[in-house]
Nanobody, 125 residues
Framework: QVQLVESGGGLVQAGGSLRLSCAAS????????MAWFRQAPGEEREFVAA????????DYTDSVKGRFTISTDNAKNTAYLQMNSLKPEDTAVYYC??????????????????WGQGTQVTVSS
């Protein structure tokens, strides 16, 4: 069993930065897919970014390309989402997810087995 705990959310002004962390416990996440999804009030959960652990494979939804960076730290068994140039439309609860699914389905929530509890990100204008 894997437990994921997010941290790093908060309130920031437009143009600011935040770094989200997703600490995993229970077992190593080598060879897993890691991803970040987000859900705004009244909206469906949407894909933000994904990475294949121990590779350079990373992918982003178009709205965050060039602003967000996903990464992993093997020693800490932790994934990160660096968010720069934040916009009010980035406001949402951010969830990290892990799973052994195919890279082909990296942007689908159904492809992930483990989820964190979520961390709130609020960007003021």
């Amino acid at each position: 069993q894997v437990q994921l705990v997010e941290s790093g959310g908060g309130l920031v002004q437009a143009g600011g930065s935040l770094r989200l962390s997703c600490a995993a416990s229970g077992r190593s996440l080598s060879n897993n897919l890691m991803a970040w999804f987000r859900q705004a009030p009244g909206e469906e959960r949407e894909f933000v970014a994904a990475i294949r652990w121990n590779t350079a494979w990373a992918d982003y939804t178009d709205s965050v390309k060039g602003r967000f960076t996903i990464s992993t730290d093997n020693a800490k068994n932790t994934a990160y989402l660096q968010m720069n140039s934040l916009k009010p439309e980035d406001t949402a609860v951010y969830y990290c997810a892990a799973g052994l699914g195919s890279w082909l389905y990296r942007n689908r929530a159904q492809g992930y087995d483990y989820w964190g509890q979520g961390t709130q990100v609020t960007v003021s204008s």
